[in-house]
Nanobody, 114 residues
């Protein structure tokens, strides 16, 4: 079955960086566009970034443009989210998702605080 396992979250100071990873299995990863979402406390889940199946096309939420970079390794069935210049408002649980599939992992918590 489809499995998504996110990792790499943690506590970081404002201005710091983190790299999230999402290991995928159970579907044709290399043919699937992938996305990262986040859900902050008391808020709805929001789309952060999307990458095409080959990795040539990417899209970002306005709130993270220029700070976050989504990438993928189709040999490792893994999608990444490099997050730089982190702000307290980036605090959330981050989830990856295979576009078009209603399957979610447990997410990884990112806390940006001094």
């Amino acid at each position: 079955q489809v499995q998504l396992v996110e990792s790499g979250g943690g506590l970081v100071q404002p201005g710091g960086s983190l790299r999230l990873s999402c290991a995928a299995s159970g579907f044709a990863f290399s043919r699937s566009a992938m996305s990262w979402y986040r859900q902050a406390p008391g808020k709805e889940r929001e789309l952060v970034a999307t990458i095409g199946s080959i990795g040539g096309s990417t899209n970002y939420a306005d709130s993270v443009k220029g700070r976050f970079t989504i990438s993928r390794d189709n040999f490792k069935n893994t999608v990444y989210l490099q997050m730089n210049s982190l702000k307290p408002e980036d605090t959330a649980v981050y989830y990856c998702n295979a576009v078009g599939r209603p399957v979610w992992g447990k997410g990884t918590l990112v806390t940006v605080s001094s």
